[in-house]
């Protein structure tokens, strides 16, 4: 967790400096290229996992079950930050 | 919507070539990743500490702003504690780093491979690119049902860009602005609570 925070934090710091550097704005083919190569890796290690791939099912329905129940409890607490701070406001 | 698709297509690639055992698997499993995790880590903080917009947009926000990702967070974080009672296949924590994905599926599924393996990784793959259809088809009726804000909740860390032309839409421009900061203030938020669920 430690190295997380340092890798994202010295990220900031050097994006700071570089900041005027005209390059700088090229850095999100780079974040891609690096999300490309991950996922790619964690397909390979899903392809070659005999468990993981016979219980594909499970794992997609498991994924969009974690989806739904998160997805709503934040719209819950939202409409609730809405009602008592923002919607008079706009009356 | 094509980063998405571009992104599961290398996943599937992967996928066929290592069940096909075109490519030796080692690849994945060695500290290769890790060191590619930490440097696509560098570059996302790059791209926050060279961003002027940003810092002059916090600049001049109001603070009550601040409890619409806060409220994203907290209801995530109940959300799937609450729904892990009902899995057997995942723990409380477990299914608590699946959703504070907020929908930033490439970060956040690539974290949970390297802490907790594979099977939890694409667990956290599906769920969080979920999360983003989920935002994007259903904002209209979100936004009818539940008010101004639930749309930009759902959005999760996706409201700075893949669902922002949408927020705009149903909204309003008004709107644009609060759903940049949410989008900000939760995508931060990612890499810290991940790991730190990650840990149990």
């Known amino acids: ?91 | 919507m094509k980063g998405a698709l571009t992104i599961i297509a290398f996943f599937v690639l992967g996928v066929m070539l290592g069940w096909s055992g075109a490519l030796p698997l080692w690849l994945s499993e060695s500290d290769f990743t890790l060191y590619a995790l930490f440097f696509l880590l560098f570059c996302v903080g790059v791209s926050v500490g060279a961003d002027d917009t940003l810092r002059r947009t916090i600049a001049r926000m109001q603070p009550k702003i601040l409890l619409i990702p806060l409220a994203t967070i907290v209801g995530t974080l109940l959300g799937s504690f609450a729904i892990s009672f009902a899995l057997d296949n995942v723990s409380a924590t477990e299914s608590m780093a699946i959703g504070s994905g907020f929908g930033y599926y490439s970060l956040s599924s690539i974290f949970i491979t390297q802490y907790k393996g594979a099977e939890l990784g694409t667990i956290a793959l599906v769920s969080n690119v979920f999360r983003e259809i989920f935002a994007l088809l259903m904002a209209p009726l979100l936004f009818k049902a539940f008010g101004k804000l639930a749309p930009i909740a759902a959005g999760g860390a996706t409201t700075m860009d893949t669902t922002l032309p949408v927020i705009s839409r149903v909204c309003g421009r008004d709107w644009i602005f609060v759903a940049m900061l949410h989008g900000f203030a939760v995508d931060l938020s990612v890499p810290f609570l991940v790991t730190f669920l990650c840990r149990f």
């Open chain 1, 1 to 91: 967790m430690f190295s997380v925070i340092a890798c994202l934090l010295a990220g900031i710091v050097a994006g700071h400096l570089l900041r005027d550097w005209r390059h700088v704005r090229h850095i999100g083919r780079l974040i891609s290229l690096a999300i490309f190569l991950l996922l790619f890796l964690l397909g390979l290690s899903v392809g070659g996992n005999e468990a993981i791939l016979s219980n594909l099912s499970t794992i997609g329905v498991t994924g969009v079950v974690i989806s739904l129940a998160s997805t709503m409890g934040s719209v819950l607490a939202s409409w609730w930050v809405y009602v008592r701070f923002f919607r008079k406001d706009e009356a």
